[in-house]
């Protein structure tokens, strides 16, 4: 069954102390695997798709990085902003559909 | 580009009661996608919709039912509510065909509280 482990649950970070976050997957053929942001009572919002092993993006304080197994989001010098809920999610294993199968997410806190 | 639109963004209801969600998908999209957030459980799939057509479904009871018009809008319908049924649902569209087609954009969610 295809799955998604997202870990920690909950980090908290002084602003400027860099971190990673970490999503563990099993899926039967990746076809991609995605990086969200939530802020409470909100939509997530698009961050990183990833679709091969060694592949890495960045975007602002973000850098997402993939291998076979995992993924992680790197976060380099944190502001207060950047506190949010970040969700991973992979495509559903079965393809050609919109299903997209969600971790617990990562809540991050950063105090100034 | 306009994104995502979802409406209303808030509805109580009582249970027994049915409901409709509306969700507008950015524009040169056509599939949409619908889920469930609750705080248990997480973001879990409901269906998603393609060319008017449900292309794929999630685990939810037939109480959950939804469609999409020609112009890509896209209801649900939740039948008969539950106290459990209380949630954020959210609807997602992405281009539905092509490359990177798997990317979905994500509405602000209607927040639905069951009574």
């Known amino acids: 069954e295809d799955q998604v482990t997202q870990s920690p649950e909950a980090l908290r970070l002084q602003e400027g102390e860099s971190s990673s976050l970490n999503c563990s997957y099993t899926?039967?053929?990746?076809?991609?695997l995605f990086w969200y942001r939530q802020d409470p009572g909100k939509g997530p919002e698009f961050l990183f798709t990833?679709?091969?092993a060694g592949e890495e993006k960045e975007k602002e304080r973000l850098k997402a990085t993939l291998t076979k197994k995992e993924s992680f989001l790197h976060i380099t010098a944190p502001k207060p902003e950047d506190s949010a809920t970040y969700l991973c999610?992979?495509?559903?294993?079965?393809?050609?559909?919109?299903?997209?199968?969600f971790g617990q997410g990562t809540t991050l806190q950063v105090k100034p | 580009k306009a994104g995502v639109t979802q409406t209303p963004r808030y509805l109580i209801k009582t249970r027994g009661q049915q409901v409709t969600l509306s969700c507008s998908p950015i524009?040169?999209?056509?599939?949409v996608s619908w889920y469930q957030q609750t705080p248990g459980q997480g973001l879990q799939f409901l269906f998603e919709y393609f060319s008017e057509t449900q292309r794929n479904k999630g685990n939810f009871p037939g109480r959950f039912s939804g469609r999409q018009f020609s112009n890509s809008r896209s209801e649900m319908n939740v039948s008969t509510l539950e106290l459990g049924d209380s949630a954020l649902y959210l609807c997602?569209?992405?281009?539905?065909?092509?490359?990177?087609?798997?990317?979905?954009?994500f509405g602000p969610g209607t927040r639905l509280t069951v009574t």
């Open positions: 899926v039967s053929g990746l076809r991609g």
């Open positions: 999610a992979v495509i559903d294993g079965s393809g050609n559909t919109g299903k997209l199968i």
């Open positions: 524009s040169g999209h056509r599939s």
């Open positions: 990833l679709y091969s």
């Open positions: 997602a569209s992405s281009s539905g065909q092509g490359a990177f087609w798997y990317e979905q954009y």
